[in-house]
């Protein structure tokens, strides 16, 4: 079997030695170096995280299998904190309602997907990284081989081009989210409330690494890329955050399965592309 097929329930099977054994071997499959197995908790849920060095940065083992994504309003029960703040944005700003219509226009729809096990990288990285070394201190660089501004595609491809060269990938969207959940079929990863204050500064739910190691969705303002140039993920770009819109829209950006159906094309618009991370993906063959 490929370790590719490794799945969530198989790797929290294994033995310790077994799982030893298991990340290393995938260790030589990606041309990584495995740097640590054990385990790992995270808001109330335990489980067993492996990271492994490639080429200075670090990665994670993302189990693979089937998995639930996407918001499920049937599921749902909101407590009265995100109920009141939900009114109250929604009196402020003209939300659509009920509530649960108003979730289901800003996330992912609930769907069962199938997906391989991978290497994902602890944290994001800025596009601009993924430039040729001989591109980086040109300032016309970006001209001849960088994005245009306004051109989607092209941005895209080039953000994509630059992970192929390192032998990477970007996250599909619903690998983003599944990395981001680690298997929660909750709001948020962890659990259907949040804090009091905003996602900004020191908050231990956002700042803490998820269950499978990754500090992901962590900051409204680094929404990522993914393979699809119409979807990030992970934030809006921190539009609500930074234009006082109160604590319910500044949070909700922060849900696993939010979509922020513009953000992309202000970011393609305005230029930004190298300046948005992007997760680099590692396959396991």
């Avoid at 009141?84 to 108003?102: C, I, K, M, V, Y």
Wanted: net charge negative.
């Amino acid at each position: 079997m490929s370790h590719a097929d490794l799945t969530l329930s198989a790797w929290s099977s294994l033995s310790d030695d077994a799982a030893a054994r298991t990340a290393a071997a995938i260790a030589r499959s990606t041309g990584t170096r495995l740097t640590s197995v054990g385990p790992h908790a995270y808001a109330g849920r335990s489980g067993r995280v492996a990271f492994f060095d490639r080429d200075g940065a670090s990665f994670a083992l993302v189990p693979g299998g089937t998995a639930q994504l996407g918001h499920d309003p049937d599921r749902f029960v909101p407590d009265a904190r995100l109920r009141a703040d939900f009114a109250q944005a929604s009196t402020e700003w003209a939300l659509t309602e009920p509530l649960d219509r108003f979730l289901a226009e800003v996330t992912s729809p609930p769907r069962r997907v199938s997906l391989p096990a991978r290497l994902v990288a602890v944290r994001s990285v800025e596009a601009d990284a993924l430039l040729p070394a001989d591109d980086d201190d040109d300032d016309d660089s970006e001209g001849e081989d960088g994005p245009e501004d306004g051109d989607e595609d092209d941005g895209h491809a080039w953000l994509m081009g630059g992970l192929d060269r390192l032998g990477l990938r970007p996250p599909t969207p619903d690998e983003w989210e599944y990395a981001c959940g680690a298997g929660a079929t909750t709001l948020f990863r962890w659990g259907d409330g949040y804090p009091e204050g905003l996602p900004y500064g020191t908050v231990p739910l956002i700042q803490e690494p998820n269950l499978f190691g990754l500090f992901i969705g962590d900051d409204p303002y680094r929404a990522e890329f993914t393979a699809d140039p119409a979807v990030l993920c992970g934030g809006d770009g921190g539009a609500a955050l930074c234009g006082g819109y109160g604590s319910f829209l500044s949070w909700i950006v922060l849900a696993t399965a939010y979509r922020e159906r513009e953000l992309a094309e202000t970011v393609h618009d305005g230029g930004l592309i190298g300046e948005t991370p992007v997760r680099p993906v590692a396959p396991i063959p």
